[in-house]
């Protein structure tokens, strides 16, 4: 059965926001962008929560997507295809450690899909951007 494992914010200040979980809920440090103001991935060990920058304008800071971890993203792809409801899962750009891929609901809400997880960093190959 596939698992939420992921799920990411968009703020404006990703440090603040990343501190207060870290404080507040004891979440712990996976990976942090290089840039300052940057992404920044937390955990509590199962979970991974993504702090994300929000650079786009007229769009609101909150829940930005969540993310499935399963066995078999291709067996995802063709419920999507047999029932036709949602986008279909595209390929992450290239660099986007945590997902392989991602697409959306009947409502537009986006989703990742991992077969690796999303506790373990793993740089993809060249992928085109979804």
Known sequence: MPKIRHLAIRTEDTGKLAAFYMDVFDMQLLHKGKAEGGAIFLTDGYFNLAILPNHE????????????EVENGEAVVEKMKKINYGKLP???PNGRPYAETRGSDPDGNYFDI???GFLNVEPLGEKKPC
């Open 57 to 68: 304008q007229n769009a609101p800071n909150g829940l930005y997507h969540f993310g499935f």
């Open 90 to 92: 595209k390929p992450r």
């Open 114 to 116: 991992s077969e690796h």
